[in-house]
């Protein structure tokens, strides 16, 4: 009796254990709260380190070539057809994707919105030049923000930095896999007089080609002739006496530019820094 007793309860042992088995060893679901927890600590790391500065970037950009169309408004007109440089200011931002409501607010506000036109001359690290055009309600504000940033970044406003550069037209072109060498021969076909590898506001590979201020429309048509995709010609202040730094100074005048450009009242900048070989 007794053995027939715990045979038994032997038996139901064995069915209890195969019955919570399974749900005992089951892999727990806390594998999963960690992988969780990083995707979205990953994310937030993406937006902080590449969304928002690609976003501060782009408003910049906006910021700067809604003052480039006030500017042309105001010396030619609201009329790109009568107006070469609105003309190529309207080009240029087709280019660079801006919107098409900011483009027409900034036509629309162009005359209404107050604001005058100065340039301002200074000397940066290592003793290179820069030109710093404004466009600003407040020149003593503007004059006193600029004031601030040279004093900061090892530079200083002056007179006489205009005199190293010379006015003239610049057409911009893709890169699209043109060696040096193919682009100055490019340039001496389409009649330019240099041309310079550059890099745009989006880090993007660009050609630019100096030309005399009268004949940038001929060069821009000769360069779409031999096969050249042409972004934008503007007229703009090319340096013809460089300022050599060296890798600290090229540091410092780079620190000292982008604070410039992220000024609200600056539009362009202009320098004659070339890195020492």
Request: aromatic share 4%; charged share 25%.
């Amino acid at each position: 009796m007794l053995v027939d007793i715990m045979l038994r309860y032997l038996r139901l042992s064995g069915r209890a254990s195969a019955v919570f088995r399974f749900p005992v060893l089951h892999p727990c679901r806390a594998l999963h709260s960690s992988p969780v927890s990083w995707a979205g600590h990953n994310k937030w790391s993406k937006v902080k380190d590449i969304k928002i500065p690609k976003d501060a970037a782009r408003a910049r950009v906006i910021a700067k070539y809604t003052m480039l169309i006030r500017i042309a408004v105001r010396e030619g007109g609201p009329n790109p057809e009568l107006n070469v440089g609105l003309a190529q200011i309207l080009e240029q931002c087709r280019n660079k994707n801006l919107p098409k409501t900011t483009i027409e607010g900034a036509l629309k506000g162009a005359k209404s919105k107050p604001g005058v036109q100065y340039l301002y001359e200074a000397t940066g690290p290592g003793g290179c030049t820069i030109l710093i055009e404004v466009l600003t309600d407040n020149n003593l504000r503007s004059l006193n923000e600029l004031k601030r940033i040279m004093t900061k970044n090892g530079g200083a406003l002056c007179e006489g930095a205009r005199r190293n550069f010379d006015r003239k037209g610049v057409v911009a072109a893709s890169r699209d896999g043109i060696s040096s060498e193919k682009a100055l021969e490019l340039a001496i076909e389409a009649g330019a007089e240099d041309v310079q590898e550059m890099e745009d506001e989006e880090d993007r590979a660009i050609l630019q080609f100096i030309c005399d201020m009268t004949s940038m429309k001929a060069v821009r048509s000769a360069l779409e002739s031999l096969g050249v995709h042409t972004l934008s010609s503007s007229l703009e202040f090319v340096s013809h006496t460089p300022s050599v730094l060296t890798q600290t100074q090229l540091e410092t005048a780079s620190t000292l530019l982008e604070a410039l450009h992220d000024c609200p009242d600056v539009v362009r900048v202009w320098d004659n820094i070339h890195a020492q070989t």
